[in-house]
């Protein structure tokens, strides 16, 4: 498979996590797919195609969990696909792989704006907020929340194994916001004090059930059991169209050496480490999805995927979607 080498260096970042979350993956991806396009150095039609394709597989072979990443992916490539099977020619494909990324990126950075503001009024003056993992989502509302003047207070996990929860208590301290970074299993014990929980997504499913990092879905039950609303921050483009024909989102298990020491597996060969890296909450447990498109109960996600399905019809957008799982 043929692609450059800015490409290669963008997927690896992705891969070892030095590019992480759902957006930044997204945005990483399209930013990709526009350096392929704008430097590729093929003479044909065809070639281009392969080149792009060929960029596009090995992009969404970096993490299979976040759906934003296929999403991009697939806002680009269906564009390019059809204009190619309607015969455009190489600089016409060039053009429009370099138009659909940059207008995937602006509906990216619109839609953390409009969140921001639509979140923000789910905060009131004196909240405490609990917050999971390092979401760009999360960040964007509560810094608008205190833009606003409000005064709330954040209790941040850690997030074991790989620590996003001190980037949001960096980010938030930068902010002006208060942080308290507690270990993930301290959740229940700080809940009685939670006014709102505040999480993030990788895939929002057709039923509502929401994909974000693991410990997720114990903190939502914790936060059932307390009474305090749990509250999603996902752009649309976090939203699995392949859900709605049954398909499972695939959930990613990284290595044990994220949690133990190679030496210590060595030493004790009968213990074993599992560490995957995300869970799935059921919409049950979630009160509100926050999206650009307005606030949504959570069995409300299959008229968003359905809406975005139709800005491009269907059948197109399944055939497509086929083919990339073809990849
Ligand atoms: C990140 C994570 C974030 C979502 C949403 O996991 O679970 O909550 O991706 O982030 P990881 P955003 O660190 O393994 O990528 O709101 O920035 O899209």
Redesign the pocket.
């Given at each position: 498979m043929k692609f450059s080498v800015k490409l290669e260096e963008i997927a690896k970042a992705i891969e070892e996590?030095r590019i992480?979350?759902?957006?930044?993956?997204?945005r990483a991806a399209a930013e990709a797919l526009i350096i392929e396009a704008e430097e590729s150095r093929a003479s044909t039609p065809d070639e281009f195609i392969k080149e792009m394709d060929g960029a596009a597989r090995r992009l969404l072979s970096t993490?299979p969990?976040?759906v934003?990443l296929p999403n991009a992916v697939r806002f680009i490539m269906f564009r390019v696909l059809s204009a190619y099977r309607r015969g455009a020619g190489l600089e016409d494909l060039r053009k429009i792989s370099i138009e659909a990324g940059r207008e995937f990126l602006r509906r990216v950075d619109e839609a953390k704006k409009v969140i921001a503001k639509i979140g923000s009024k789910r905060i009131v003056d004196g909240d405490i907020i609990l917050t999971?993992?390092?979401?760009?989502?999360?960040?964007?509302i509560l810094t608008e929340a205190k833009r606003q003047g409000k005064d709330i207070k954040v209790i941040a996990t850690e997030?074991r194994p790989?620590f996003?929860g001190r980037l949001t208590a960096m980010q938030l301290a930068e902010a002006g916001i208060p942080v308290t970074l507690i270990v993930d299993s301290a959740a229940r014990f700080f809940m009685k004090k939670v006014d709102k929980v505040f999480?993030?997504?990788?895939a929002v499913a057709s039923n509502g059930a929401v994909v974000?990092?693991i410990g997720?879905s114990m903190i939502a039950l914790a936060a059932k059991e307390a009474r305090v609303r749990v509250f999603v921050?996902?752009?649309t483009y976090?939203f699995s169209p392949e859900t709605i024909i049954g398909e499972l989102i695939k959930i990613?298990e990284?290595s044990p050496d994220e949690v133990v020491s190679k030496e210590f597996l060595e030493r004790y060969p009968l213990v074993s480490v599992r560490n995957p890296?995300?869970d799935v909450t059921p919409p049950d447990y979630i009160d509100l999805i926050i999206t650009e498109k307005g606030i949504i109960p959570p069995q409300a996600a299959y008229l968003i995927i359905q809406s975005e399905i139709s800005e491009v019809g269907y059948d197109d957008y399944m055939r497509y979607t086929t083919y990339l799982e073809e990849s």
């Amino acid at each position: 498979m043929k692609f450059s080498v800015k490409l290669e260096e963008i997927a690896k970042a992705i891969e070892e996590m030095r590019i992480r979350g759902a957006t930044p993956i997204a945005r990483a991806a399209a930013e990709a797919l526009i350096i392929e396009a704008e430097e590729s150095r093929a003479s044909t039609p065809d070639e281009f195609i392969k080149e792009m394709d060929g960029a596009a597989r090995r992009l969404l072979s970096t993490r299979p969990t976040a759906v934003s990443l296929p999403n991009a992916v697939r806002f680009i490539m269906f564009r390019v696909l059809s204009a190619y099977r309607r015969g455009a020619g190489l600089e016409d494909l060039r053009k429009i792989s370099i138009e659909a990324g940059r207008e995937f990126l602006r509906r990216v950075d619109e839609a953390k704006k409009v969140i921001a503001k639509i979140g923000s009024k789910r905060i009131v003056d004196g909240d405490i907020i609990l917050t999971h993992c390092n979401s760009s989502a999360v960040i964007a509302i509560l810094t608008e929340a205190k833009r606003q003047g409000k005064d709330i207070k954040v209790i941040a996990t850690e997030t074991r194994p790989k620590f996003q929860g001190r980037l949001t208590a960096m980010q938030l301290a930068e902010a002006g916001i208060p942080v308290t970074l507690i270990v993930d299993s301290a959740a229940r014990f700080f809940m009685k004090k939670v006014d709102k929980v505040f999480v993030g997504a990788d895939a929002v499913a057709s039923n509502g059930a929401v994909v974000n990092k693991i410990g997720t879905s114990m903190i939502a039950l914790a936060a059932k059991e307390a009474r305090v609303r749990v509250f999603v921050a996902a752009e649309t483009y976090k939203f699995s169209p392949e859900t709605i024909i049954g398909e499972l989102i695939k959930i990613e298990e990284r290595s044990p050496d994220e949690v133990v020491s190679k030496e210590f597996l060595e030493r004790y060969p009968l213990v074993s480490v599992r560490n995957p890296s995300f869970d799935v909450t059921p919409p049950d447990y979630i009160d509100l999805i926050i999206t650009e498109k307005g606030i949504i109960p959570p069995q409300a996600a299959y008229l968003i995927i359905q809406s975005e399905i139709s800005e491009v019809g269907y059948d197109d957008y399944m055939r497509y979607t086929t083919y990339l799982e073809e990849s």
